[in-house]
Structure formats: C-alpha cells, structure tokens
Nanobody, 122 residues
C-alpha cells in the first residue's frame, strides 16, 4: 500500500515536499517514482529512483527544480519541489515496481497510491 501526503496550494515560486509511505513492501526491493496527472492529460512520469536510492531520473520539465529521494529504512519516498510553476498543478501519485531499473513509464509500475493534489497559482 502506498499513501501520499504533503500536497497543497502554493503560489508560483514556492515549494512543497511530498511524501509517500509504503507498507507491505520492502523498500530495497522496489524502484519507485512520482507521477502526475492534470485534468484532460495523460499520466506522466515526474521523477524516479532505483531500489537502493542511488540512481535517479527526472522529466526535463522538472530537472533542476524537483528532487526525488527515498529512505529505505523507513519505507518512505520523497519529492522535494522547488520553484513551482502553475503548469505543475496536478494530482501527484507515487508508484512502485519490483526491479532494478529506473523508469518514468507508468506502464512499468505495479503499485500505485491514491494521489495528493498540488495546486500552484500565479
């Protein structure tokens, strides 16, 4: 089970830190990622991290602004979002799959959270 938290409403330029608590899975067995979906849009990969937390990948639209990290000891996944823009407004989801790779493709993920809303106003 994956449960996201930390979403909210901020002004452009602000920051938010999303968290995802994982239960019933062992963090070191699962690569994880953050995805987002705005109304009328497909779900897109934002950032991903490998099972050991050593390799990461991020979408071009968020590089230099968003940072993904994970705490395997506590089974937690984070997304630090700085320099937020109105176009970052979306429902944000964390996801996991059992594997070694880093992936921004939703189809590679087996487990999903319910999402947390992020709204950025101009």
């Amino acid at each position: 089970q994956l449960v996201e938290s930390g979403g909210g409403s901020v002004q452009a330029g602000g920051s938010l830190r999303l968290s995802c608590a994982a239960s019933e899975i062992t963090g070191t067995d699962y690569s994880m990622g953050w995805f987002r979906q705005a109304p009328g849009n497909e779900r897109e990969g934002v950032a991903a991290i490998d099972r050991m937390g050593r390799r990461t990948s991020a979408a071009d639209s968020v590089k230099g602004r968003f940072t993904i990290s994970k705490d395997n000891a506590k089974n937690l996944l984070f997304l630090q979002m700085d320099g937020l823009k109105p176009e970052d407004t979306a429902m944000y989801y964390c996801a996991a799959f059992k594997g070694w790779s880093v992936s921004l493709l939703p189809r590679n993920y087996d487990y999903w959270g319910q999402g947390t809303q992020v709204t950025v106003s101009s």
